[in-house]
């Protein structure tokens, strides 16, 4: 069975740093791209980062490029996303998701392209 199980979440104080991991189990995700999205309380999920199957592509949302990076291991299939300079803003539940399309800005922005989601951390940032 094709599971996605994230870690890594907690209270953080602004300008701090995390790291979230997902490790994914049950399918041949090293083949698919994977990504990460959040959900704030009251709005929709929004993209926000996504790296190619073999890792040598990778997309961010404008407002965490230079602070978040993602980066994948194959050998484990595990993704992870560092955070950075964190902000109150960035606070959201964090899901990690699973993608077999071809990479593209297209195909890998839209949560309605992803095939497998994980259940989700919480990220709270404090002021």
């Known amino acids: 069975q094709a599971q996605l199980v994230e870690s890594g979440g907690g209270l953080v104080q602004a300008g701090g740093s995390l790291r979230l991991s997902c490790a994914a189990s049950?399918?041949?995700?090293?083949?698919?791209?994977l990504g990460w999205f959040r959900q704030a309380p009251g709005k929709e999920r929004e993209f926000v980062a996504a790296?190619?199957?073999?890792?040598?592509?990778?997309l961010y949302e404008d407002s965490v490029k230079g602070r978040f990076t993602i980066s994948r291991d194959n050998a484990k299939i595990t993704v992870q996303l560092q955070m950075n300079s964190l902000k109150p803003e960035d606070t959201a539940v964090y899901y990690c998701?699973?993608?077999?399309?071809?990479?593209?800005?297209?195909?890998?922005?839209?949560?309605?392209?992803?095939?497998?989601w994980g259940q989700g951390t919480q990220v709270t940032v404090s002021s």
């Open positions: 998701a699973a993608n077999k399309r071809n990479w593209s800005g297209g195909n890998y922005v839209s949560p309605l392209r992803y095939d497998y």
């Open positions: 049950g399918r041949t995700f090293s083949s698919y791209g």
């Open positions: 790296i190619s199957w073999s890792g040598g592509r990778t």
